[in-house]
């Protein structure tokens, strides 16, 4: 099994590049609200791992500086989660539907990096549609090219 850290370091590694080539262009308005958004839940499943309220709506609307900003706090946040927690630790939160659920962090940390992969594949799809060169985010290439740990 690939360990969570890693997949952690690849998130973070991921987002740059993707933010990097939105900075690099005039970003399509689709492509940044990905990206708040993508900032946006994964800051919203830290505050719920820590059990404080989130600091950003799940669909922010952020420029691509508040972006840059925003990323580099959530991923080590999110990186330290993953090294300092227990895994197994169950945490209790309400969805967006008012629901109450209980998640492993374990699994929260799991869905937040499938979930920023989900949306990073809309964000190239968009910028390839305005005639723009996606970043490379594979995770096979970032292990090859040793881009992660």
Same mark, same amino acid.
């Given at each position: 099994?690939?360990?969570l850290r890693r997949l952690i370091d690849y998130d973070s590694w991921a987002?740059?590049?993707?933010?990097?080539?939105?900075?690099?262009?005039?970003?399509?308005a689709r492509s940044l609200r990905w990206m708040g958004h993508i900032i946006g839940a994964e800051l919203l499943?830290?505050? /719920?791992? &820590?059990?404080r309220p989130p600091s950003l709506p799940v669909w922010p609307d952020l420029s691509v500086n +508040?972006?840059?900003?925003?990323?580099?706090?959530?991923?080590?946040?999110l990186l330290e989660s993953a090294v300092a927690s227990q895994l197994d630790r169950?945490?209790?939160?309400?969805?967006?539907?008012?629901?109450?659920w209980t998640s492993t962090v374990e699994e929260i940390l799991?869905?937040?990096?499938?979930?920023?992969?989900?949306? /990073?594949? &809309?964000?190239?799809?968009?910028?390839?549609a305005a005639g723009q060169e996606p970043?490379?985010? +594979?995770?096979?290439h970032a292990i090859r090219q040793r881009l992660i740990e």
């Open positions: 099994m690939i360990p987002n740059r590049e993707t933010l990097g080539a939105l900075r690099r262009t005039t970003a399509p499943w830290l505050a /719920r791992l &820590q059990g +508040d972006c840059a900003q925003q990323l580099g706090q959530v991923s080590s946040a169950r945490v209790a939160y309400t969805n967006s539907k008012g629901e109450a799991t869905h937040v990096v499938i979930h920023s992969a989900y949306h /990073r594949g &809309q964000i190239a799809s968009d910028l390839r970043p490379y985010t +594979d995770y096979i």
